[in-house]
């Protein structure tokens, strides 16, 4: 199955925010299921870069952070400041109503566990969804295709940006997907980081009934597309795509740190 482009109104229009997080979200009951192990293998990444490595700062904006929080339970420890960005209203309410806890929010607390688990102590799973809540001071929205993507706010450039399978699902082609690397790029402050976590071969993805296109990517691509928009890779990590080949025909995910070249 092959999509056309999904144009951002596509997006406005029909993702339903509560499909996407049950199909692709939902630890199962019993552990193991592939869709959980590709979560895992997100947070040991994130739980990589910020605990263990020691990637830190005052201000950390995550573009394109869709209905999730997943990608701040590791790096809400290591910033003063997390801003969380998205082109749909839908997503950015469904973030609010988890900041909120409202009783119809989703249910983190497995991610939350998980995670914990790894810093050594799987028992401070609730302190850790207050420290997510208290970090996450703005949620705003965002658009990769524009040279701000947070126009018409201009926010000071920033210690750490990182994007989680945004940017192959927001850029109709390559020349798009260079173009929205520097957008965001331009966001980080010289010196500071670039987190990205990418599908990689895979043409469509699934939402509920609704299928959405996805920018066919290779790791070499990927790689050439940060280093010209001025980062040097630091390191990176591929995994096979364990997702049911229902929801998508990607073969792998990668996850990339890189650090932004300072001008001399
Ligand atoms: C899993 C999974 N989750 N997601 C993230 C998801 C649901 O797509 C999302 O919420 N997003 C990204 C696109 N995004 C955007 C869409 C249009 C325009 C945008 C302009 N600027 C910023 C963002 C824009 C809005 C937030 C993608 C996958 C996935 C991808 C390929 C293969 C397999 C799985």
């Known amino acids: 199955m092959e999509g056309d482009f999904t144009g951002k109104d596509v997006y406005g229009k029909h993702f339903s925010p509560k499909d996407y997080l049950k199909m692709y979200y939902s630890f199962s009951k019993e552990d193991g299921s592939q869709e959980d192990a590709l979560l895992n293998f997100y947070l040991q990444k994130f739980h990589k870069t910020f605990t263990v490595d020691g990637v830190k700062g ?34 950015r309410e469904e973030i609010k109503r988890w900041l909120k806890k409202d009783p119809d929010a989703f249910d983190w607390s497995q991610a939350l566990k998980y995670v914990c688990e790894l810093e050594g102590d799987r028992e401070k799973w609730v302190e850790k969804g207050e420290k997510v809540r208290s970090t996450i001071r ?16 201009v926010v000071a450039q920033a210690s750490c940006v990182t994007s989680a399978l945004c940017l192959e699902a927001a850029c109709k082609d390559l020349t798009a997907y260079h173009a929205a690397l520097r957008n965001i790029g331009s966001l980080v402050k010289p010196g500071g980081h670039l987190v990205l976590l990418v599908a990689l071969g895979g043409n469509f993805y699934m939402a509920g009934e609704q299928m959405f296109f996805c920018l066919y990517l290779e ?5 050439s597309a940060v280093t010209e928009a001025g980062f040097d890779i630091l390191w990176s990590e591929e995994a096979k795509n364990s997702y049911s080949p229902t929801y998508s025909d990607c073969k792998n995910v990668y996850f990339l740190v890189a650090q932004k070249r300072i001008k001399v």
């Not at 590791?74 to 209203?89: K, L, N, P, Q, V």
């Not at 703005?138 to 706010?153: E, F, G, M, S, W």
């Not at 790791?219 to 790689?223: A, H, I, L, P, S």
């Open 58 to 91: 005052d201000t950390l904006i995550d573009i394109g952070s869709g209905p999730t929080i997943y990608q701040f339970l590791s790096s809400c420890g290591s910033f003063r400041e997390i801003i969380a960005t998205d082109y749909t209203d839908q997503n």
């Open 219 to 223: 790791k070499e691509t990927v790689d």
């Open 138 to 153: 703005r949620v705003l929205k965002c658009d990769v295709t524009q040279v701000n993507p947070l126009a018409p706010l």
